[in-house]
């Protein structure tokens, strides 16, 4: 065992500090820490896509990823899309009216991996759509609308 | 043709609500096990194994450094469960932790206790366990081979004498082949939190499809009695049949841990454990002969399945026994023997995988028809309708007569909407252009029957409150595996009191509120939750009918429930005004509700009687195409059309049909188990077991539900169940691959294995040259 590290982390805007073991990943930190847990914890692995979060606005697999990696960086993740109070943003609005999900274990990855996906501009068709949504898996198989949210999402947002 | 359905209009049945959960999911507060707040001073669990050896005396167990390892507060062995050290769903031959000997690579030996998870699966690592070795069968030519005692019985299907009349048939096939098994991999993986309550009780939230499985299980583990153990699910985060049996384990765990240290104790298995020590869908070899017409009709069928079950029996005995009764698919077999074989091997057993056999006995019928099609040089379509039951044609191999058949319609309207014939032209001169990509196309039907072939478990109970603000409380036996079961069944319960869906408040399934439940599986949740649930609301509502017309003085007839008020007579009350009046009338405003499927026979010895209460059909048409280099394989376009007699919910029923035919086709074409010589699994992660992504589903993918006046069986609102039949829909697929090989040397059957692997396509490609 290391000895633990101090570390601040801009979460959702909010600046949280914490006293954890150098090798706990963002994802760990985020779920056990900080009580974020909607980012889920498929495979921790880098396979499935379900810890997709936003460092500097760009997705990252926060199970690949140390939390001591991204102290001072600005991290988003899906509780981040919707203050409390807030309506939901574009994509999770798009999400539901599509019913682009099942047992909705996949979908806060989805959503964050989509919001970036539009924002890279890797949204611009469905065969674009489904090439860079590809790391997200959905193991119900909801992916046809999962296509159609992040297309009707992207035309929101545009 | 089945008989006319009278239509029930309905306000909030029908209609396409999103689920239950939908608002939570987009904001990740959906909160599935391992998201709950953990209570004070909770510990962990990690399953420990052998690193090597399938079968064998366990010779050495050295635990030491395991409970030096800081953190770890237990390390519990088979010697620590005061009850029975057992966590099959009935033969008593699964053991919680092994005693002695283990029979498959990756059996759980031991079970670490630590502060953290980190540290329970960092000191897991450190045991010394050696086996003394002896001979594994791993295959089902293993078992064959090596004559292990099957784990059941074998058991036969049989009318007439097919082999007498394919021996003195001039038209004839044979074949053997494989079909792979498949990992469900639930994005959630197994997880369970137990905490220990007073005076022995235990409340053990599991990600499960059967709580009560899980009480029971736990109960006997800690030799008390179930009363004592209750077992909560609200949601899981996939199931596809992996969390029906195979919950048990890791909810034993935790209970014990719980048990043995006082504190709450959560085991939430790492994705490479979970590949490793849970079963999956079985694999067979499927050995055949058959006799056909000039035609390409079947006259005679006589088939083996052998299943690779694992060291236990598990499921194994319902699972197979649904392969033979979808042996036949759709199709009319004259004369037929359908035999099954439950091998034992030292690996995983085997078990639920949403279709439970159904999909693997299917494969025989659809390969039977591209057979004949193949050689004969016919449009396998023809093949298909030409052996399809009809009037006359009608009796299944198991001696049930299909009655509701409606597949000639179905599979008529898709040819004609999918275009079937200008296709398959366009296919044909693709292929005599084309030299090294070849295109296939496909068009296969689903007949798959409903209800619990274990007659017993064809039942549901349902607990309804009704508040005085006129709000409602639903609970039932059935759980969310994210298959919108929930909202289904709540539309039926505002449907009753004529209330917005919203006014019904949806609660976790417990074995405390509604108990001796049966699995949410077998496609069976809204048609007995459904039932259970519509009859709670009933008995309330008849309760507040016989008040309000005693109250009033009107008859009962002139009052009715809708949007929100009760119509009594000429005047409207709200139903919290009508609630709170009958409570001050001392009006109980709770019931339970049952529900047993009426008209089910299966006497399983004697092979007799009817087990299904209906048929769902559908039918889908695949084209793909090939790369006869490189084994590629890309699905170019899929068109589904499916029943589900009157949709409860289209939005549902829609995405279950579309997620069942991606699981399928996963199933045909991607995702591979391969088991090394030693009996390890060498495809226990993602990054080598591919389910299908985003941009794996066809990219023209047209999906309808079959306008159907409604189930002829009286269902719930006439609705026909949708979990498992349209997996088999991916059939489709598997057959149009096999058309595009078939491309390569007219006449000839390709010798192609599922799963349709780049690596089995090139093999089958291969075969096929001239």
Same mark, same amino acid.
């Given at each position: 065992?290391?000895?633990?590290?101090?570390i601040?982390?801009?979460?959702?805007?909010?600046?949280?500090?914490?006293?954890i073991?150098?090798?706990?990943?963002?994802?760990?930190?985020?779920? !056990?820490?900080?009580?974020l847990?909607?980012s889920?914890?498929g495979? &921790?692995?880098? *396979? /499935? #896509?379900? =810890? %997709?979060?936003?460092?500097?606005?760009?997705?990252?697999?926060?199970?690949?990823?140390?939390?001591?990696?991204?102290?001072?960086?600005?991290i988003?993740?899906?509780e981040g899309?919707?203050?409390?109070g807030? !309506?939901?943003?574009?994509?999770?609005?798009?999400f539901?009216?599509? &019913?682009?999900? *099942? /047992? #909705?274990? =996949? %979908?806060?990855?989805?959503?964050?991996?989509?919001?970036?996906?539009?924002?890279?501009?890797?949204?611009?068709?469905?065969?674009?759509?489904?090439?860079?949504?590809?790391?997200?898996?959905?193991?119900?198989?909801?992916?046809?609308?999962?296509?159609?949210?992040?297309?009707?999402?992207?035309?929101?947002?545009? | 043709?089945?008989?006319?359905?009278k239509?029930?209009?309905?306000?909030?049945?029908?209609?396409?609500?999103a689920?239950?959960?939908a608002?939570?999911?987009?904001?990740?507060?959906?909160?599935?096990?391992?998201?709950?707040?953990?209570?004070?001073?909770?510990?962990?669990?990690?399953?420990?194994?052998?690193?090597?050896?399938?079968?064998?005396?366990?010779?050495?167990c050295?635990?030491?450094?395991v409970?030096?390892?800081?953190?770890?507060?237990?390390v519990?062995?088979?010697?620590?469960?005061?009850?029975?050290?057992?966590?099959?769903?009935?033969?008593?031959?699964?053991?919680?932790?092994a005693?002695?000997?283990?029979?498959?690579?990756?059996?759980?030996?031991?079970?670490?206790?630590?502060?953290?998870?980190?540290?329970?699966?960092?000191?897991?690592?450190?045991a010394?366990?050696?086996?003394?070795g002896?001979?594994a069968?791993?295959?089902v030519?293993?078992a064959?081979?090596?004559?292990?005692?099957?784990?059941?019985?074998p058991?036969?299907?049989?009318?007439?004498?097919?082999?007498?009349?394919?021996?003195?048939?001039?038209?004839?096939?044979?074949?053997?082949?494989?079909?792979?098994?498949?990992?469900?991999?639930?994005?959630?993986g197994?997880?369970?939190?137990a905490?220990?309550?007073?005076?022995?009780?235990?409340?053990?939230?599991?990600?499960?499809q059967?709580?009560?499985?899980?009480?029971?299980?736990?109960?006997?583990?800690?030799?008390?009695?179930?009363?004592?153990?209750?077992c909560?699910c609200r949601?899981m985060?996939?199931?596809?049949?992996?969390?029906?049996?195979?919950a048990a384990?890791w909810?034993?765990l935790?209970?014990?841990?719980a048990?043995?240290?006082?504190?709450?104790?959560?085991?939430?298995?790492?994705?490479?454990?979970?590949?490793?020590?849970?079963g999956?869908?079985?694999?067979?070899?499927i050995?055949?002969?058959?006799?056909?017409?000039?035609?390409?009709?079947?006259?005679?069928?006589?088939?083996?399945?052998l299943?690779?079950?694992?060291?236990s029996?598990?499921?194994?005995?319902?699972?197979?026994?649904r392969?033979m009764?979808?042996?036949?698919?759709?199709?009319?077999?004259?004369?037929?023997?359908?035999?099954s074989?439950?091998?034992?091997?030292n690996?995983?057993?085997?078990t639920?995988?949403r279709?439970?056999?159904?999909?693997?006995?299917?494969?025989?019928?659809?390969?039977?028809?591209?057979?004949i099609?193949?050689?004969?040089?016919?449009?396998?379509?023809?093949?298909?309708?030409?052996?399809?039951y009809?009037?006359?044609?009608?009796?299944?191999?198991?001696?049930?007569?299909?009655?509701?058949?409606?597949?000639?319609?179905?599979?008529a309207?898709?040819?004609?909407?999918?275009?079937?014939?200008?296709r398959?032209?366009?296919?044909?001169?693709?292929?005599?252009?084309?030299?090294v990509l070849?295109k296939?196309?496909?068009?296969t039907?689903?007949?798959f029957g409903?209800?619990?072939?274990?007659i017993?478990?064809?039942?549901?109970?349902?607990?309804?409150?009704?508040?005085t603000?006129?709000?409602v409380?639903l609970?039932?036996g059935?759980?969310?595996?994210?298959?919108?079961?929930?909202?289904?069944?709540?539309?039926v319960?505002?449907?009753?009191?004529?209330?917005?869906?919203?006014?019904?408040?949806?609660?976790?399934?417990?074995?405390?509120?509604?108990?001796?439940?049966?699995?949410?599986?077998?496609?069976?949740?809204?048609?007995?939750n459904?039932m259970a649930a519509?009859?709670?609301?009933?008995?309330?509502?008849?309760?507040?009918?016989?008040?309000?017309?005693?109250?009033?003085?009107?008859?009962?007839?002139?009052i009715?429930f809708?949007?929100?008020?009760?119509?009594?007579g000429?005047?409207?009350?709200?139903?919290?005004?009508?609630?709170?009046?009958?409570h001050?009338?001392?009006?109980?405003?709770?019931?339970?509700?049952?529900?047993?499927?009426?008209?089910?026979?299966?006497?399983?010895?004697?092979?007799?009687?009817?087990?299904?209460?209906?048929?769902?059909?559908?039918?889908?048409?695949?084209e793909v195409?090939?790369?006869?280099?490189?084994?590629?394989?890309?699905?170019?376009?899929?068109?589904?059309?499916?029943?589900?007699?009157?949709?409860?919910?289209?939005?549902?029923?829609?995405?279950?049909?579309?997620?069942?035919?991606?699981?399928?086709?996963?199933?045909?074409?991607?995702?591979?188990?391969?088991f090394?010589?030693?009996?390890?699994?060498?495809t226990?992660?993602p990054?080598?077991?591919?389910?299908?992504?985003?941009?794996?589903?066809?990219?023209d993918?047209?999906?309808?539900?079959?306008?159907?006046?409604?189930?002829?069986a009286?269902?719930?609102y006439?609705s026909?169940?949708?979990?498992?039949?349209?997996?088999?829909?991916?059939?489709?697929?598997?057959?149009?691959?096999t058309?595009?090989?078939?491309?390569l040397?007219?006449?000839?059957m390709?010798?192609?294995?599922?799963?349709?692997?780049?690596?089995?396509?090139?093999?089958?490609?291969?075969?096929?040259?001239?």
């Amino acid at each position: 065992m290391s000895k633990p590290l101090k570390i601040k982390l801009h979460v959702n805007g909010v600046a949280r500090e914490l006293v954890i073991e150098p090798r706990v990943t963002l994802l760990d930190a985020l779920r !056990e820490h900080l009580n974020l847990t909607g980012s889920k914890k498929g495979c &921790d692995q880098g *396979q /499935c #896509g379900a =810890c %997709t979060v936003h460092v500097d606005g760009e997705r990252v697999l926060a199970c690949l990823t140390l939390a001591a990696q991204v102290e001072g960086r600005e991290i988003t993740t899906v509780e981040g899309l919707t203050p409390d109070g807030a !309506e939901l943003h574009p994509v999770q609005a798009a999400f539901l009216k599509h &019913d682009a999900f *099942q /047992c #909705g274990y =996949c %979908t806060p990855g989805q959503i964050m991996s989509a919001v970036a996906c539009i924002r890279e501009g890797h949204a611009s068709s469905d065969a674009e759509i489904r090439e860079y949504m590809s790391g997200n898996l959905c193991r119900c198989g909801a992916y046809p609308h999962i296509v159609a949210a992040v297309r009707e999402a992207r035309e929101a947002l545009s | 043709m089945p008989a006319k359905v009278k239509r029930i209009a309905t306000d909030t049945v029908g209609l396409a609500l999103a689920h239950d959960s939908a608002e939570l999911h987009v904001q990740g507060k959906a909160v599935y096990i391992d998201d709950m707040r953990e209570p004070e001073g909770t510990l962990h669990v990690a399953p420990g194994y052998a690193a090597l050896g399938a079968k064998g005396r366990i010779t050495v167990c050295d635990l030491s450094a395991v409970r030096a390892f800081p953190g770890v507060v237990a390390v519990l062995t088979a010697g620590d469960i005061p009850g029975i050290n057992d966590c099959s769903p009935a033969m008593g031959d699964d053991p919680i932790l092994a005693d002695g000997e283990i029979l498959f690579h990756g059996q759980v030996v031991f079970a670490v206790i630590a502060e953290t998870r980190d540290a329970a699966r960092r000191a897991a690592r450190l045991a010394k366990i050696e086996i003394a070795g002896e001979l594994a069968a791993i295959t089902v030519e293993d078992a064959l081979e090596q004559g292990t005692e099957d784990v059941l019985p074998p058991y036969e299907f049989r009318r007439g004498d097919p082999g007498k009349l394919i021996a003195a048939s001039k038209s004839t096939i044979s074949d053997s082949f494989h079909v792979g098994g498949q990992e469900h991999f639930y994005l959630e993986g197994q997880v369970a939190l137990a905490v220990p309550e007073e005076a022995g009780g235990m409340l053990v939230y599991s990600s499960t499809q059967h709580p009560t499985e899980m009480q029971h299980c736990v109960a006997k583990m800690l030799k008390v009695a179930d009363a004592f153990v209750t077992c909560e699910c609200r949601r899981m985060g996939g199931g596809f049949g992996g969390k029906e049996s195979q919950a048990a384990q890791w909810a034993a765990l935790a209970a014990l841990g719980a048990r043995i240290t006082g504190r709450p104790v959560k085991c939430r298995l790492d994705r490479d454990d979970d590949m490793i020590m849970t079963g999956k869908r079985h694999d067979l070899r499927i050995d055949y002969r058959a006799a056909h017409d000039r035609t390409g009709r079947l006259t005679a069928v006589d088939a083996a399945l052998l299943a690779r079950c694992g060291y236990s029996a598990d499921l194994s005995l319902g699972v197979n026994d649904r392969a033979m009764f979808h042996a036949d698919n759709a199709y009319y077999y004259p004369a037929v023997r359908i035999k099954s074989r439950r091998l034992r091997t030292n690996t995983v057993s085997n078990t639920a995988f949403r279709g439970f056999g159904g999909p693997q006995g299917m494969m025989l019928a659809e390969r039977m028809m591209d057979q004949i099609a193949h050689r004969l040089e016919l449009d396998p379509l023809d093949v298909r309708k030409r052996n399809f039951y009809a009037p006359g044609r009608d009796r299944t191999p198991y001696g049930m007569k299909v009655v509701d058949n409606i597949i000639h319609d179905v599979v008529a309207e898709l040819e004609k909407t999918s275009d079937y014939r200008a296709r398959r032209e366009a296919v044909r001169a693709f292929n005599a252009k084309n030299q090294v990509l070849k295109k296939g196309l496909a068009l296969t039907p689903v007949k798959f029957g409903i209800s619990f072939t274990l007659i017993h478990l064809n039942q549901a109970g349902a607990l309804v409150h009704l508040y005085t603000d006129g709000s409602v409380h639903l609970n039932h036996g059935g759980t969310e595996m994210g298959q919108g079961l929930y909202i289904k069944v709540a539309q039926v319960v505002a449907e009753e009191f004529g209330i917005d869906p919203e006014r019904v408040k949806i609660t976790a399934t417990t074995t405390g509120k509604v108990p001796n439940t049966s699995p949410t599986a077998a496609s069976s949740g809204s048609d007995l939750n459904g039932m259970a649930a519509q009859e709670a609301a009933a008995r309330i509502k008849a309760r507040l009918v016989d008040f309000a017309a005693r109250e009033w003085k009107v008859k009962p007839a002139q009052i009715r429930f809708a949007k929100g008020r009760v119509i009594i007579g000429n005047q409207s009350v709200t139903l919290a005004e009508l609630a709170r009046r009958a409570h001050q009338a001392r009006i109980q405003l709770s019931s339970t509700g049952f529900y047993a499927t009426p008209g089910i026979t299966w006497d399983r010895d004697k092979v007799k009687g009817k087990p299904f209460f209906y048929f769902a059909y559908g039918a889908s048409c695949s084209e793909v195409t090939i790369d006869t280099l490189t084994g590629e394989m890309r699905v170019d376009r899929v068109d589904i059309l499916h029943d589900v007699g009157r949709s409860l919910n289209p939005a549902i029923d829609l995405g279950q049909i579309e997620g069942g035919f991606v699981q399928g086709m996963g199933w045909l074409t991607t995702e591979e188990l391969v088991f090394d010589t030693q009996g390890r699994l060498s495809t226990h992660a993602p990054s080598t077991y591919k389910i299908p992504c985003a941009s794996d589903v066809p990219e023209d993918f047209r999906v309808k539900l079959f306008a159907s006046a409604g189930n002829p069986a009286s269902t719930i609102y006439r609705s026909k169940a949708v979990g498992e039949p349209p997996l088999m829909l991916a059939l489709s697929v598997f057959s149009a691959i096999t058309d595009a090989i078939a491309s390569l040397k007219p006449g000839c059957m390709p010798p192609l294995e599922a799963p349709a692997t780049p690596e089995a396509i090139m093999k089958a490609v291969k075969a096929m040259s001239p």
